[in-house]
């Protein structure tokens, strides 16, 4: 059987997110930040090869909000991970750098809802972002219909905008629908 190169095996979203990291063996402990994290594991750089299929104890520090009202408050989760992925990200003159994955193993329940509320929180984070987005370009779309009028280019812009909203309004929603949902989970 002939194995696909690059197939795509993550069945978690990701977030973008730069939080404290170690990664810790019996022969190495490695300090770094998360690129990305989700339910499932963190991708992350470091500056030592660690082969796939390596084992290790993952330290990762989250801000979560213990209720609603409170402010945040700054966890460190502990479990299990194994390399999953590992790719030379750049040489640099001095040493190696690479690009590892890490999925998540053996973490205990507490932790495992700490990070669920981080990712909900995150998810819930870009939806509002998004949703900003949106209405900016709507304010833009009706700013170039004002500017139109006196400039001969603007009406090319508006077109475009115009036809990004109305490819944007059947998403737009979906997206309402998820904030709300979200919300009710807070």
Same mark, same amino acid.
């Given at each position: 059987m002939v194995r696909k190169k690059n197939i795509e095996r993550r069945v978690c979203r990701r977030f973008v997110a730069e939080l404290p990291l170690e990664l810790i063996t019996p022969e190495f402990k490695i300090k770094t930040s998360t690129r990305n994290i989700s339910i499932s594991g963190v991708y992350c750089g470091i500056d030592k090869f660690i082969p796939v299929g390596t084992k290790c104890r993952i330290a990762v520090e989250i801000e979560v909000r213990q209720n609603k009202y409170k402010q945040p408050v700054k966890k460190k989760i502990y479990c299990a991970g194994e390399i999953v /992925?590992? +790719?030379p990200a750049q040489k640099r003159k001095d040493r190696g750098f690479y690009t590892a994955g890490i999925v998540f193993s053996d973490i205990e329940p507490a932790d495992q809802e700490v990070l669920a509320q981080f990712v909900h929180l995150k998810n819930l984070k870009?939806?509002?972002?998004?949703?900003?987005?949106?209405?900016?370009?709507?304010?833009?779309?009706? /700013?170039? +219909?004002?500017?139109?009028?006196?400039?001969?280019?603007?009406?090319?812009?508006r077109k475009v905008i115009f036809r990004a909203i109305e490819e944007l309004d059947a998403a737009a929603h979906i997206l309402d629908y998820e904030i709300n949902e979200l919300k009710n989970l807070e």
């Open positions: /992925r590992i +790719v870009e939806a509002k972002e998004l949703k900003k987005m949106y209405l900016r370009l709507k304010d833009m779309a009706a /700013r170039l +219909v004002e500017v139109e009028e006196c400039h001969p280019t603007a009406e090319h812009f």
